[in-house]
C-alpha cells in the first residue's frame, strides 16, 4: 500500500484503463467492441443512474454481508467517521478490477482523512470473497442481493439483450454471478458521506468506462474535513 503522503496522479485509473483498451483492441474483434461502444452508448442514453441522489441529500440507509457473511450497516460505518461508497458491477468486470485495485493503493489516506470504504455489488457473497481475497483488498466487499440498495441509490438498469449476447461472448454469466436471473446491473457510482449520512461528494456515470479518480475521492474528503 502507498504512503498515506505520497502523491496520487490524477489520471492514474484513467491511464490503466486507456492500457487496457489498447490490449481489447489487439485481442478482440473489431466488431464485438464496436458493438459494445454502441451498447454502452444506448445505456447512457436510457438515463441510466440520473435519479441517484445528489450532494446534500441523506445517503439512504442500508445493512448488508460482507464477504465473511458479516452485517454491516451504513448506521454503523457512520458512527467511526466519514463513509466512502462505491458500487460496482463484478468481479468479471476489467473496469471494476481496476478501480477497485486503484482504491486499495489509496487506502491508506482514505483511513487517514477519518474515512471508511466499502464496496458494494450484486454479486453473491462467495463471489464477493472472491473477489476480496484475489485483489487483496483491505475494506469492506459487501454484497447486494437482488440490487435492492443499489436499487434505492436510484442505479439499477436491465442489461439490453444484445449487451448481454457481447456479455456472454466474454464469458460472462450474471445468473452465476449475482444468483438470480434478474439480469440486473448497478450503474458504478461513488458517494463521498461526511459522519452525519449526508452526501458531500457523489461520481455517477453511466459510462461503466468512466470512473472515479482515487484522487478524486482524497480531494473530496479534504474538502470535507475544511468544511466540517
Not at 492514474?12 to 490490449?23: G, P, S, Y
Not at 485495485?101 to 464496496?119: C, D, F, M, S, T
Not at 450474471?174 to 448497478?186: H, I, R, T, V, W
Not at 482524497?218 to 466540517?228: Q, S
Amino acid at each position: 500500500m502507498s504512503s498515506t503522503n505520497a502523491p496520487i496522479a490524477d489520471h492514474l485509473l484513467a491511464d490503466r484503463v486507456a492500457a487496457f483498451h489498447t490490449e481489447l483492441a489487439k485481442q478482440a474483434p473489431a466488431e464485438v467492441v464496436r458493438a459494445l461502444v454502441s451498447e454502452i452508448d444506448g445505456v447512457v442514453r436510457s438515463g441510466a443512474g440520473a435519479k441517484a441522489p445528489r450532494v446534500g441529500d441523506t445517503a439512504p440507509s442500508f445493512t448488508l454481508p460482507d464477504a465473511q457473511g458479516k452485517q454491516v450497516s451504513l448506521d454503523s460505518l457512520l458512527k467511526e467517521g466519514r463513509v466512502v461508497i462505491a458500487f460496482y458491477r463484478g468481479q468479471w468486470c476489467p473496469y471494476c478490477d481496476l478501480q477497485l485495485r486503484a482504491y486499495q493503493e489509496v487506502l491508506p489516506r482514505i483511513k487517514a482523512l477519518g474515512a471508511n470504504l466499502v464496496a458494494i455489488s450484486p454479486q453473491t457473497p462467495d463471489e464477493s470473497l472472491s473477489t476480496a481475497e484475489k485483489r487483496k483488498l483491505e475494506f469492506r466487499v459487501l454484497s447486494d442481493a437482488g440490487n435492492k440498495v443499489a436499487r434505492g441509490y436510484g442505479l439499477v438498469w436491465k442489461v439490453p439483450a444484445g449487451l448481454d449476447a457481447i456479455q456472454k461472448g466474454f464469458g460472462i454469466n450474471l445468473a452465476k454471478s449475482n444468483g438470480d436471473a434478474s439480469n440486473e446491473l448497478p450503474v458504478p457510482g461513488t458517494f463521498v458521506l461526511g459522519a452525519d449520512g449526508r452526501i458531500a461528494f457523489s461520481y455517477v456515470n453511466a459510462d461503466w468506462r468512466e470512473r472515479l479518480e482515487p484522487a478524486g475521492i482524497i480531494r473530496a474528503l479534504e474538502r470535507l474535513g475544511r468544511d466540517e
